[in-house]
């Protein structure tokens, strides 16, 4: 693929720090995912042809002029999004998808609780659970991504700086609590979101900023017959890959085509500023994506 664009994820900000290294087999360059211009096939493939406009789901090496991707882990373009901004999709809509839809089972009618409402990840949740007819309450930190959490169309939005989000929670199902919890911090909210949790709820556990360990209360889990799933998409073999794209290119995709669903982008630099959308990033002072386009 001829890279349009890719984008700053925070596993390359662990990655350039020597803490999360690529699956065997897989390049040292940093990028998760890319949108560009098929410009050569490997032996066998027939779905694609050179010069279709794609994005792809990568296990590393976005961020170059070209890049590699098995097949079917390439998508198209969704109807009425430009080629670089499709760079902005591929991560957060396979890691929103496959987890709340495909792993949590997110319903209809449901409560979904969505930490860290305003990064990438947060708000493509956002926007995709509140299409699927869900109640939608977010986490944020500023009162500026509390607010953006609400224009994108979160029933509930609080700042986790100053507002507990159990009892917001709680407020917000009559005394129920959430029926999924999508949540970036790990250790630190382990036992504030089993509190969460309504009986037969379900926890999914997507990154670890808040640490790797943490107690947890087995009764309380028990009694409201909750399950935890802890997942990452990187190093999961290819068919679970490919079926991850499937499921959003054939349910998500129409939703982005519709206008129900759109890319948030923060801000733009040239792969020459690398360095620069790095710190942006690790400064938590962007929301939605950052996009790197090639110098």
Known sequence: I???????????????????????????????????????????????AVGDEVCALLAGGGQAERAVAPASQVMPVPDGIDLVTAGALPEVSATVWSNLV?????????????HGG???????????????????IATAGPTEKVARCRELG??????????????????ATNGRGADVILDIMGAAYLERNIEALAPGGRLVIIGLQGGTRGELNLSTL??????????SLRARP??????????????LWPLVAAGRVKPVIHATFRMNQVAEAHLLVASNGHIGKVLLTPA
């Not at 708000?123 to 939608?136: E, K, N, P, Y």
């Not at 979160?154 to 917001?168: C, G, K, L, M, P």
């Not at 028990?222 to 997942?231: D, E, M, P």
């Open 2 to 48: 001829e890279v349009a664009a890719s984008a700053v994820n925070r596993a390359d900000l662990l990655q350039r720090m020597g803490v999360y290294p690529p699956p065997p087999g897989i390049t040292d360059t940093l990028g998760l995912e890319c949108s560009g211009r098929i410009i050569a096939l490997g032996d066998g493939v027939t779905e694609w």
């Open 102 to 114: 495909q792993i949590a089972g997110l319903k209809q009618g449901e409560t979904v609780l969505i």
């Open 118 to 136: 305003a990064s990438g990840v947060g708000t493509m949740a956002i926007q995709v659970a509140a299409a699927l007819g869900a109640q939608v």
């Open 154 to 171: 979160a029933h509930v939005a609080i700042s986790y700086r100053d507002e507990d989000f159990v009892e917001a929670a709680r407020e």
């Open 222 to 231: 028990l009694t409201k017959r909750a399950t935890i799933h802890a997942t």
């Open 238 to 251: 290819l068919d679970e890959k490919a079926a991850v794209c499937r499921g959003v290119v054939e349910g």
